[in-house]
């Protein structure tokens, strides 16, 4: 939902100066705060550093991009089910 | 100066294409670009316009009068398809040298890889992601593209690669 507010921002800036205005004045806040970004997203954004638009705007990207990567976790095995998924059908297999 | 990425700039161009679409309130394809470059956004009201023009040297260029008002020369006898590609290429060069692009700071970015940004931006102007998604859920496929967004078979089938390579 980021991606999809900060696609529309920048699309919109190539028509509506009121962006890159805002941008330049320091004032771009009061825009985000009228698209669905996070409060943290928001905050994160807020503290990109840019000479232009169009820096920040990839900087933006990277930002967002990097806030809904799916987190990677460790996935386990139980220890209830053993390290090997056939060793249960082993041990049946022998004992016939 | 922060390094670009060649996807973060197809990313970026990608979104100044859909600014123009929604601009023109595109529903279906074909995207009207002649339209869009006769009765442009009011901040880029002085850059876009189209001059026909004889010539053999080149299909279409853009280029500002001394007067800063900016135009695209295109080529009269240019193939329908041919020239709404060539516009749309040339498009991005009036973008980046307008007072509203310098002001966005587009030629830092998209300067250094000029002609490859141009022909990237052309192809997802003509061709925008919504309109090839939708075309792909009614079963449109490769063979008909090319005639169904109006698009040389050379750009069709790039951009039905690059949209494909998303699906």
């Known amino acids: ?96 | 100066m922060t390094l670009i990425a060649p996807e973060e700039r197809r990313w970026l161009l990608r979104n100044l294409a859909l600014g123009l679409v929604e601009y023109l309130g595109v529903a279906e394809p074909p995207v009207p670009v002649e339209a869009l470059l006769r009765h442009p956004p009011g901040v880029l009201q002085e850059d876009l316009g189209v001059v026909d023009m004889y010539s053999n040297l080149w299909d279409a260029t853009f280029a500002r009068l001394p007067d800063q008002r900016g135009s695209i020369f295109v080529r009269i006898d240019l193939p329908s398809r041919d020239r709404r590609f060539a516009l749309a290429r040339e498009l991005l060069r009036a973008l980046v040298t307008s007072e509203h692009g310098r002001a966005m700071g587009l030629p830092e970015i998209l300067v250094p890889e000029l002609q490859e940004s141009a022909e990237y931006f052309a192809r997802q102007l003509l061709a925008p992601e919504a309109l090839v998604a939708a075309y792909r859920k009614r079963g449109g496929g490769a063979a008909q593209f090319g005639e169904r967004f109006d698009l040389p078979a050379p750009v069709a089938a790039s951009r039905w690669e690059d949209s494909a390579a998303l699906n």
């Open chain 1, 1 to 96: 939902m980021s991606m999809q507010a900060l696609n529309h921002l920048v699309a919109r800036s190539i028509v509506d100066p009121s962006v890159v205005q805002a941008f330049g004045n320091g004032t771009l806040d009061d825009i985000l705060a009228d698209l669905s970004f996070s409060g943290d997203l928001r905050a994160s954004l807020a503290d990109v550093q840019a000479d232009t638009w169009a820096e920040f705007a990839v900087l933006a990207y990277r930002t967002v991009r990097a806030a809904e990567a799916p987190v990677i976790r460790f996935q386990l095995p139980s220890p209830l089910e053993g390290l090997r998924p056939d060793a249960g059908m082993a041990g049946r297999e022998q004992v016939a």
